[in-house]
């Protein structure tokens, strides 16, 4: 069985079709294909306040192809969920209806607990070690959801509007930035031992770039000296020399520097890094439901 993810974030669009079937018991979760489009929603929303008909354009020929290669790979169900960016957007719901009519595709605009919760059912939990005590940490475009997990039940989820694009354009309210320090010091405090798990495009690229080959986790002090080497390159040289995405190359230090600063606000020396996200959370409600109706 494929099912089909569509994530519309701040900074990026993504199609995620996954193969799920079940062998002895087990269940397996195969990507198939990942599709992502810069789009870039954020850079309206959050300088102008809602989204330019160009980039409302984009989103629908976006759209319109992943309809299509949904179609083809003859998925048995999908979902598409549209977050940060789309929520403050003044004619987000505009846009949505808009999808509607000319690619066919339902857009839901989530809220921040639901975007948490999504991104939990990933349960990368599983997979850590039940004795310790894990702070998930996703940072997008437009926000950063945070997860406190002890023997693997959440006991604290906040959602801040503290991400890359309001970072890079200084649309961050210092309230706001206060906030996130603030409830990650109060409710990690005591907690230990103490990981975190991070998730989003910026957390695995700065992984790969690591290239880390025998664990799934990073130090705090090499993320910090990755954030360094960045910081020395131009956004030019980040891009001809590193090799990195133009969208890619200046957010990333912004991204580091939320991670970074959710470590050091509750005193996480290590992060994992499964390369989970979003998109792989709805996959997870997709199977659920489907095993429920069948």
Do not use: C
Request: glycine content about 6%.
């Amino acid at each position: 069985m494929i099912f089909a993810a569509i994530d519309i974030g701040s900074n990026a669009v993504r199609l995620l079709l996954s193969h799920v079937y079940e062998t002895k018991g087990k269940v397996y979760f195969e990507k198939e294909e990942l599709i992502r489009m810069p789009v870039r929603l954020g850079e309206d929303t959050f300088l102008h306040g809602e989204i330019s008909a160009k980039k409302a354009d984009k989103l629908v020929a976006a759209m319109r192809g992943y309809k299509e290669l949904m179609n083809v790979f003859d998925i048995v169900a999908y979902k598409a969920f549209a977050t940060s960016a789309m929520r403050d957007a003044k004619n987000g719901q505009e846009v949505i209806e808009r999808v509607k009519r000319e690619a066919n595709i339902d857009i839901e605009i989530i809220d921040g607990k639901t975007e948490a919760s999504t991104i939990f059912s990933n349960h990368a939990e599983e997979f850590l070690d039940p004795m310790k005590s894990y702070l998930y940490i996703d940072v997008g475009g437009g926000s950063a959801e945070l997860t406190l997990i002890t023997d693997k039940v959440i006991i604290a989820q906040k959602s801040f509007n503290v991400g890359t694009l309001r970072m890079l354009f200084n649309k961050i309210d210092k309230d706001e930035w206060d906030n996130y320090k603030q409830w990650i010091k109060k409710n990690t405090q005591g907690i230990k031992p103490l990981h975190a798990i991070g998730s989003g495009g910026n957390i695995n690229k700065l992984y790969k770039m690591i290239g880390k080959k025998d664990s799934q986790h990073l130090s705090y002090d090499k993320l910090k000296a990755m954030q360094d080497m960045l910081s020395s390159y131009t956004y030019e040289e980040r891009i001809t020399t590193l090799g990195l995405k133009p969208d890619r190359a200046d957010v990333i230090i912004p991204a580091a520097k939320i991670f970074l600063t959710a470590m050091k606000h509750a005193d996480i020396e290590r992060i994992y890094v499964p390369q989970i996200g979003l998109s792989d959370g709805i996959i997870h409600i997709l199977y659920e439901e489907y095993k429920k109706k069948n």
